[in-house]
């Protein structure tokens, strides 16, 4: 099946640190890629859509500037936090969608990202 | 914007049992998704309904897309302990945005 592989799976750094995520779909092309945030306990939080070749559409609130994203190709797409900070600490999911298909998204294993 | 009332929020059973839980919505969806979260992990299809009224099964699982568009539930019948985790409903709006919006869980505890 639809394999979307996510690195690294665990960050933990300093304060004012950047820190990239990268989401790969393995074995499909996804035109269209998903970044979400999920804090404790609760639900998935869509942040941005990212479209391979062209900027990525951010949902209300979330700071294009802080959360960079980039899909360069048809099966990478990035999101560099920037600066981070402990309220940044969170686990971040990507999902992909193959492009050949009609299928739901594929979702990665995510990536926990602490701050200290 | 679109929300998805999911319950119940959490299920404490014994194995064996069944389980039943559903989402509504006061908007229509034109595709509704369940998944299982486990810890640390990102979330697995479990079913995907896309016409109104369908039922579909995936092993011990059964979903419905309720008639309406605007609700569906998930049944699990004989828990097992590996059932555990939380489950979410999601669901696709009309208008071709893939944008997914999701539930707020239902954890599930099993206990042998």
């Known amino acids: 099946g639809a394999v979307v592989s996510q690195h690294p799976s665990r960050v933990i750094c300093k304060s004012g640190t950047s820190v990239k995520i990268e989401c790969r779909s393995l074995?499909?092309?996804?035109?269209?890629m998903f970044w979400y945030r999920q804090f404790p306990k609760q639900s998935l939080m869509l942040m941005a859509t990212?479209?391979?070749?062209?900027?990525?559409?951010?949902e209300q609130g979330v700071e294009k500037d802080k959360f960079l994203i980039n899909h360069a190709s048809l099966t990478l797409s990035t999101l560099t936090v920037t600066s981070a900070h402990p309220e940044d600490s969170s686990f971040y999911i990507c999902?992909?969608?193959?492009?050949?298909?009609?299928?739901?998204?594929?979702f990665g294993d995510g990536t926990r990202l602490s701050i200290l | 914007g679109q929300q998805l009332n999911q319950s119940p929020q959490s299920m404490f059973i014994q194995e064996g049992e069944d389980v039943s839980m559903n989402c509504t919505s006061s908007?229509?969806?034109?595709?509704w998704l369940w998944y299982k979260q486990d810890p640390g992990e990102g979330p697995v299809l479990l079913i995907a309904?896309?016409?109104?009224?369908e039922l579909t099964s995936n092993g011990r699982l059964t979903a419905q897309f309720g008639i309406t568009r605007k609700d569906s539930f998930l049944n699990i019948s004989a828990s097992i302990p590996s059932d555990v985790g939380i489950y979410f409903c999601?669901?696709?709006?009309?208008?071709?945005?893939?944008?997914?919006?999701f539930g707020k869980g239902t954890k599930l505890t099993v206990n042998p």
């Open positions: 908007s229509i969806f034109n595709t």
């Open positions: 990212s479209n391979e070749g062209s900027k990525a559409t951010y």
């Open positions: 309904l896309y016409k109104a009224g």
């Open positions: 999902s992909a969608l193959d492009s050949n298909s009609n299928q739901p998204q594929h």
């Open positions: 999601a669901g696709l709006s009309q208008g071709g945005s893939e944008k997914l919006v």
């Open positions: 074995d499909f092309q996804a035109t269209t």
